[in-house]
């Protein structure tokens, strides 16, 4: 059925004005929007370079906090301890300590080679520190036994962002991008702090979801601040270049790891006491000036407008901030007074089809992206060089994206949809390169790898560019809440051995397919209202005839509310 019916007529007054008119004949008349504005203010000036720069480092601490648990909570080589060994030696050389009558079997066990009796590890266990000297792991021995606790510790940031991502996501577009990214910051500076002095297990994971809540809000609001602050022609540099900043953190965190591998609290402190300097933001930082014309906030607005005019050294054409006042009055004058929820991402058919298809992809992405870049051991036995080489290639994927996505040829649409099928191709098509085809798989691994970077960074653009920008917190939000459900599962589905590279590529190739239905927002004007998003960003079904009037659909709900008969007939004959 290609028709989409409405619940309620009083949410189709957000769509249609109260004289029967609809709401885009009157506003075409001198439209004049935020992206209009910018294009005379300039896209990139000085003001946006400033502050864009301002709310991308952030990206470097939120990274360093998230995977410096590969350092943190490094898994360690490690065996039993032997009986006839000394048991006041702690040193590098001694876990290749020789014993005559015993015989290490996994690392949980090992045989007495007298009695042929196999033994559990009851004396303890002895570690390899040669490359890292010290981690949770040895401290509190989450091994053998209790390795699932350590698989506990790692999933409890994405628990913590899976909420983050729901609540800091309404937070700001209730109350602003910048006071959701102080008070984010600030509980990470807090909460990364305590897991370096808590005393135990029970305590370090519950800090390790507070850490995973708060980088959700900071990376929710600095992605979406830096989005929001540049041009239509600009957004695609803005929308990837933020990414530089977080390769840069996990670049950073391989080191100050390397440097300090013998003493995991202190690692973990100086992780977290970067933080403390983004909370000099609330002195000096700008509030979004999209979030602040959304909320109606217009004096505000204004007085942001003439500021970054004046850092960029350009003169506005007079009335054009009256016009553009005048354009938000008649397409808000429902919605500038409502609290937007997730709700609202599936209230009218447009956004509702562009929702449920944005979420598959970013319940898909973010899986493939962290388990085909999970396993480092193909790369160094060494923790330090195979993390340190798995964040560089990230960098030629991030060039690539920003020289191609802003041409015709490409776009946003065709390259989400060729890096998801090609990263699916690669999936299902790897396990069945024969073994003795060495070079052959391993080229298909980093192909895949790149692939699937490149799909995750054109998501999180493409993503924030449908999404209206009244509620686009909430819809960044969301999908960060949906990515960490795929991050969650993927382990398990690895346990699935064979089958889980063609459960992985399936997925890659129902996103790639489902993004075919989106539409190109390739240099276009961002939504800011619901309505932008229902008359601008039209999603294209197959079979069905594309509508002459963007409101049609809508108008033919309303209609078919007050009669069933009308009702069915709808159903036999639509447009979409």
């Given at each position: 059925?290609?028709?989409?019916?409405?619940?309620?007529?009083?949410?189709?007054?957000?769509?249609?004005?109260?004289?029967?008119?609809?709401?885009?004949?009157?506003?075409t008349?001198?439209?004049?929007?935020?992206?209009?504005?910018l294009?005379?203010?300039?896209?990139?000036?000085?003001?946006?370079?400033?502050?864009?720069?301002?709310?991308?480092?952030?990206?470097?601490v939120?990274?360093?906090?998230?995977?410096?648990?590969?350092?943190?909570?490094?898994?360690?080589?490690?065996?039993?301890?032997?009986p006839?060994?000394?048991?006041?030696?702690?040193?590098p050389g001694?876990?290749?300590?020789?014993?005559?009558t015993?015989?290490?079997?996994?690392?949980?066990?090992?045989?007495?080679?007298?009695?042929?009796?196999?033994?559990?590890?009851?004396?303890?266990?002895?570690?390899?520190?040669?490359i890292?000297?010290?981690?949770?792991?040895?401290?509190?021995?989450?091994?053998?036994?209790?390795?699932?606790?350590?698989?506990?510790?790692g999933?409890?940031?994405?628990?913590?962002?899976?909420?983050?991502?729901?609540?800091?996501?309404?937070?700001?577009?209730?109350?602003?991008?910048?006071?959701?990214?102080?008070?984010?910051?600030?509980?990470?500076?807090?909460?990364?702090?305590?897991?370096?002095?808590?005393?135990?297990?029970?305590?370090?994971?519950?800090?390790?979801?507070?850490?995973?809540?708060?980088?959700?809000?900071?990376?929710?609001?600095?992605?979406?601040?830096?989005?929001?602050?540049?041009?239509?022609?600009?957004?695609?540099?803005?929308?990837?270049?933020?990414?530089?900043?977080?390769?840069?953190g996990?670049?950073?965190?391989?080191?100050?790891?390397?440097?300090?591998?013998?003493?995991?609290?202190?690692?973990?402190?100086?992780?977290?006491?970067?933080?403390?300097?983004?909370?000099?933001?609330?002195?000096?930082?700008?509030?979004?000036?999209r979030?602040?014309?959304?909320?109606?906030?217009?004096?505000?607005?204004?007085h942001?407008i003439?500021?970054?005019?004046h850092?960029?050294?350009?003169?506005?054409?007079?009335?054009?901030?009256?016009?553009?006042?005048?354009t938000?009055?008649?397409?808000?004058?429902?919605e500038?007074?409502?609290?937007?929820?997730?709700?609202?991402?599936?209230?009218?058919?447009?956004?509702?089809?562009?929702?449920?298809?944005?979420?598959?992809?970013?319940?898909?992405?973010?899986?493939?992206?962290?388990?085909?870049?999970l396993?480092?051991?193909e790369?160094?036995?060494?923790?330090?060089?195979?993390?340190?080489?798995?964040?560089?290639?990230?960098i030629?994927?991030?060039?690539?994206?920003?020289?191609?996505?802003?041409?015709?040829?490409?776009?946003r649409?065709?390259?989400?949809?060729?890096y998801?099928?090609?990263?699916?191709?690669?999936?299902?098509?790897?396990?069945?390169?024969?073994?003795?085809?060495?070079?052959l798989?391993?080229?298909?691994s980093?192909?895949g790898?790149?692939?699937?970077?490149?799909?995750?960074?054109?998501?999180?653009?493409?993503?924030a560019?449908?999404?209206?920008?009244?509620?686009r917190?909430?819809?960044?939000?969301?999908?960060?809440?949906?990515?960490?459900?795929?991050t969650?599962l993927?382990?398990?589905?690895?346990?699935?051995?064979?089958?889980?590279?063609?459960?992985?590529?399936?997925?890659?190739?129902?996103?790639?397919?489902?993004?075919?239905?989106?539409?190109?927002?390739l240099?276009?004007?961002?939504?800011?209202?619901?309505l932008?998003?229902?008359r601008?960003?039209?999603?294209?079904?197959?079979?069905?005839?594309?509508?002459?009037?963007?409101?049609?659909?809508?108008?033919?709900?309303?209609?078919?509310?007050?009669?069933?008969?009308?009702?069915?007939?709808?159903?036999?004959?639509?447009?979409?």
């Open positions: 059925m290609c028709t989409s019916e409405m619940s309620e007529n009083s949410d189709s007054k957000d769509l249609v004005s109260s004289d029967g008119k609809d709401a885009s004949d009157s506003g008349r001198n439209r004049v929007t935020f992206d209009d504005v294009v005379e203010l300039g896209e990139f000036g000085t003001y946006q370079k400033i502050f864009y720069f301002l709310f991308s480092v952030p990206f470097v939120s990274s360093m906090q998230l995977l410096g648990w590969v350092f943190v909570g490094a898994n360690l080589p490690h065996r039993c301890r032997f006839d060994e000394p048991t006041d030696l702690e040193t001694n876990f290749d300590f020789v014993s005559d015993y015989v290490s079997v996994d690392g949980c066990s090992y045989i007495n080679l007298i009695s042929n009796e196999t033994l559990t590890c009851d004396l303890g266990y002895i570690y390899d520190t040669s890292i000297g010290d981690s949770v792991v040895k401290d509190w021995d989450l091994i053998c036994d209790r390795k699932s606790w350590r698989a506990t510790i999933a409890a940031p994405m628990v913590g962002y899976l909420i983050g991502g729901l609540l800091t996501g309404y937070q700001s577009d209730k109350f602003g991008r910048k006071p959701t990214f102080i008070s984010s910051i600030f509980l990470l500076f807090v909460s990364g702090l305590a897991t370096a002095f808590v005393p135990g297990f029970f305590s370090f994971t519950l800090a390790r979801s507070v850490v995973g809540y708060a980088i959700a809000g900071i990376d929710n609001t600095c992605f979406t601040m830096g989005l929001e602050l540049v041009g239509p022609s600009k957004r695609t540099l803005a929308g990837i270049a933020c990414w530089f900043f977080e390769t840069s996990l670049l950073c965190a391989v080191a100050l790891a390397f440097l300090l591998s013998n003493n995991w609290r202190l690692l973990q402190i100086c992780y977290s006491l970067p933080c403390i300097i983004f909370i000099s933001y609330w002195w000096f930082a700008p509030e979004s000036i979030w602040l014309i959304g909320q109606g906030k217009r004096e505000e607005a204004k942001l003439q500021k970054s005019a850092m960029n050294k350009v003169n506005l054409s007079d009335g054009l901030i009256e016009d553009m006042e005048n938000l009055e008649e397409e808000m004058e429902e500038e007074s409502r609290t937007y929820t997730f709700v609202d991402l599936f209230r009218y058919p447009q956004m509702r089809i562009k929702s449920v298809i944005i979420l598959i992809c970013w319940l898909v992405c973010p899986a493939l992206y962290y388990v085909l870049l396993d480092q051991s790369i160094s036995t060494n923790p330090h060089i195979g993390f340190f080489i798995t964040c560089a290639v990230q030629p994927g991030y060039i690539f994206v920003i020289f191609t996505l802003e041409r015709k040829t490409f776009g649409k065709r390259s989400q949809c060729a998801l099928l090609l990263t699916g191709l690669m999936l299902i098509v790897h396990p069945l390169v024969p073994e003795e085809c060495y070079w798989r391993i080229s298909f980093i192909f790898r790149f692939c699937a970077n490149c799909a995750y960074t054109v998501l999180n653009l493409y993503s560019e449908l999404y209206p920008t009244v509620v917190g909430v819809g960044i939000g969301s999908s960060y809440v949906i990515s960490r459900v795929g969650i993927s382990p398990y589905l690895l346990l699935l051995g064979e089958m889980s590279p063609i459960i992985f590529g399936s997925g890659a190739f129902l996103a790639g397919i489902s993004a075919l239905l989106l539409p190109e927002t240099g276009k004007p961002l939504p800011e209202t619901l932008d998003g229902e601008m960003q039209r999603v294209i079904l197959p079979f069905c005839k594309d509508s002459d009037n963007p409101l049609d659909t809508i108008k033919s709900a309303m209609q078919s509310e007050k009669s069933p008969f009308k009702r069915n007939l709808q159903r036999d004959d639509s447009k979409c």
